[in-house]
């Protein structure tokens, strides 16, 4: 079975650009998460979405970002416009969406992404 | 609020020889899912061993189980047998057992060098 896919898996562009980071996630699975994994702040939740629906959007940072899920099958994390300390890598999962704390989470491959 | 905590910044283990990662948590739900998650030099996260709150017995899985003792609120992994291939970070994470709750809050990850 394919696992979450991301893409692209590198990426770099120069500030002030708009950066479009895309994710698949495993068929069936209801939850999507967008994840951000620095050297100084280590992993932390975006957002994320049940059933294509925004549940939690606490931790984006700020109106630069914004995320989508129109369907199912495909989210979309976009900054605009992007800067130097959005450099980080970007890593998208799904999990069946199930209560009770037995719900796996299932991470893609990550993009990495750099601003300069 | 859900806090991890790891301590161990890195460690240093001969092959062969068994691991202790360890990870405490902190977390007022009273049902939740503590997880283990790897993350070798490539970048990926992979997903090794789950344990629910309510589990009465340790995971296990393959050569990774896990040590839950709930009254100390400690969740370590343990690595029978280690092998060069388990060099790689590795983190301990929680989530909530509610819905609306799903987010993973990680800990700032262990470092595993497997020594030959």
């Known amino acids: 079975d394919a696992g979450v896919i991301q893409s692209p898996r590198h990426e770099v562009t120069e500030m002030g650009q708009e950066v479009t980071l895309r994710c698949k996630p495993i068929?069936?699975?209801?939850?999507l998460f967008w994840y951000r994994q620095t050297m100084m702040r280590g992993l932390e939740l975006l957002i994320y979405f049940n059933n294509n629906v925004p549940i939690d959007d606490s931790g984006m940072p700020e109106d630069r970002f914004s995320a989508k899920m129109p369907n199912a099958s495909f989210s979309t994390l976009k900054i605009q416009p992007s800067e130097p300390r959005d450099s980080a890598v970007y890593f998208c999962?799904?999990?069946?969406?199930?209560?009770?704390?037995?719900?796996?989470?299932?991470f893609g491959p990550g993009t990495r992404l750099t601003v300069l | 609020a859900q806090k991890i905590t790891q301590t161990q910044p890195g460690m240093f283990v001969q092959e062969k020889e068994a691991v202790t990662l360890d990870c405490t948590y902190d977390?007022?739900?009273?049902?939740?899912?503590l997880f283990w998650y790897k993350q070798p030099s490539s970048g990926e996260m992979i997903f090794l061993i789950y344990?629910?709150?309510?589990?009465?017995q340790n995971a296990t899985e393959g050569r990774y189980s896990l040590n839950f003792q709930k009254a100390r609120k400690s969740a370590n992994l343990v690595i029978s047998a280690s092998q060069l291939g388990d060099s790689a970070m590795y983190f301990c994470a929680m989530r909530g057992g509610d819905f609306g709750n799903e987010k993973l809050t990680f800990g700032t990850g262990t470092r595993l060098t497997i020594i030959p």
């Open positions: 999962a799904s999990s069946f969406g199930l209560a009770g704390g037995t719900d796996t989470q299932y």
């Open positions: 068929s069936g699975h209801n939850s």
């Open positions: 977390t007022s739900d009273p049902s939740y899912g």
């Open positions: 344990q629910g709150s309510y589990d009465q």
